[in-house]
């Protein structure tokens, strides 16, 4: 099972960004699909999840800016961000898990992870 994530950069606060995780020997459609990320010196957090039911799910602090899709033609998810902050940087990780509906979203109960793709935002 392979999960890469891509599309992190550089961007000014105020801008958009769009992250695709291109998922290989698993079906994104199968699973609950998640995209975490680890500010530097914190720990990973739960940022937004799609559920194999489709129910989506954010962290408080991207609510109205950020946007979880799935494509199931190509196998992939994607988080567009928008009206970035500072505070967004970090390194985004996806990750799948099969967790039945209102189990806690850990780290710990994950089953894959991407490579992670950074994200600064700083003008």
């Known amino acids: 099972v392979q999960l890469q994530a891509s599309g992190g950069g550089l961007v000014q606060p105020g801008g958009s960004l769009r992250l695709s995780c291109a998922a290989s020997g698993i079906s994104v459609g199968n699973y609950n699909m998640r995209w975490f990320r680890q500010a530097q010196g914190k720990e990973r957090v739960f940022v937004a999840g799609i559920r194999w039911t489709s129910t989506i799910s954010y962290a408080d602090s991207v609510k109205g800016r950020f946007t979880i899709s799935r494509d199931r033609a190509k196998n992939a998810v994607y988080l567009q961000m928008n009206s970035l902050k500072s505070e967004d940087t970090a390194v985004y990780y996806c990750?799948?898990?099969?967790?039945?509906?209102?189990?806690?979203?850990?780290?710990?109960?994950?089953?894959?992870w991407g490579a992670g793709t950074q994200v600064t935002v700083s003008s």
């Open positions: 990750a799948a898990d099969r967790l039945i509906s209102g189990a806690a979203i850990d780290v710990e109960a994950m089953n894959y």
